[in-house]
């Protein structure tokens, strides 16, 4: 949705001219610029984890594709090596290339496979590293998961907020220390900070809907790994989606509430992922 900044000005100087002084009115409309920026500079930067996202996404897709394509390859290559070793005597030499290639084919299957265990493993590791950090109280607020090869942990928002407020809690404090631990041991991840919620209408001084909320929560996230926990902040991107990412609807409390929610989201930086599938071993040199 999006709101011409004249309209919008107009609207807030005839609201708040007859009922503040210029004084209170020149500061709120500062903080609403202000909160302008943040929210373009917020989107911007979710934006651009999203592509990340989602470039990680098809490499692993067009991982499983290769792996595929190379077994097929060997499955056809073996087969002709068979058919030439049964029916007639072709020379050496045709034998020769046909067990060369099958084994070329079969290290390159081998690399794409290791590959991908690889992150897989590593993902298990860190997500079994975390989940015994958490005592059972906070496993109750805390829900960790692996798909897609990221992985995607859920915070609800009781655990860290005030109703209709982006200020973390006080008891969050060890929960959050925990994970950022996890991240600092992983430093070949990235981590992206997003805010959920409900579908239910927000508007105070300086929260204009739900949109805005979100952004904010996961900024405060971001802050506290930052600035109470030692995370590099280069690794840390803030994004908001508002109440247009539910995990479930929103016609009971018990959905809603599941709705309500801050997800960090770990995974492998694009750019060495990209490097580690990019090439084929060199099969020339035993």
């Known amino acids: 949705m999006k709101f011409s900044m004249l309209t919008t000005a107009v609207a807030l100087a005839i609201l708040f001219q007859g009922c503040v002084s210029n004084k209170k009115y020149n500061e709120l409309q500062s903080k609403y610029d202000n ?40 499955a056809g290559l073996q087969a002709a090596l068979n058919k030439c070793l049964t029916s007639s005597n072709q020379g050496n030499v045709n034998i020769s290339k046909l067990v060369d290639e099958i084994n070329s084919s079969n290290k ?9 265990n690889k992150s897989d493993s590593l993902n298990m590791v860190l997500t079994n590293n975390l989940t015994r950090s958490l005592s059972r109280e906070e496993l109750r607020d805390v829900d960790v998961q692996v798909l897609k090869g990221v992985v995607y942990i859920s ?37 992206l900070i997003e805010g959920n919620t409900d579908n239910v209408p927000i508007s105070m001084v300086n929260i204009r809907n739900n949109w805005d909320l979100s952004a904010l929560r996961a900024s405060s996230v971001v802050q506290a790994l930052q600035n109470t926990y030692g995370v590099d902040p280069k690794r840390l991107t803030a994004g908001g989606r508002g109440e247009y990412n539910p995990l479930a609807a929103n016609d009971t409390e018990a959905g809603k509430a599941k709705n309500r929610r801050t997800q960090i989201i770990i995974t492998p930086k694009l750019d060495q992922f990209m490097e580690l599938i990019g090439k084929a071993p060199d099969t020339t040199k035993e």
Request: charged share 30%.
């Open 35 to 74: 909160l302008q920026q943040r929210s373009r500079e917020l989107n911007q930067k979710f934006q651009g984890s999203q592509q990340d996202l989602s470039g990680s996404s098809t490499r692993v897709k067009s991982l499983e594709e290769q792996i595929a394509a190379e077994r097929k390859n060997a």
């Open 108 to 116: 390159y299957i081998q690399h794409l496979v290791n590959t991908k």
């Open 155 to 191: 915070l609800s928002d009781n655990m860290l907020y005030k109703s209709g407020s982006y200020e973390i809690l006080p008891k969050a404090g060890e929960t959050l220390s925990k994970i950022a631990k996890i991240i600092k041991d992983y430093r070949d991840y990235d981590v």
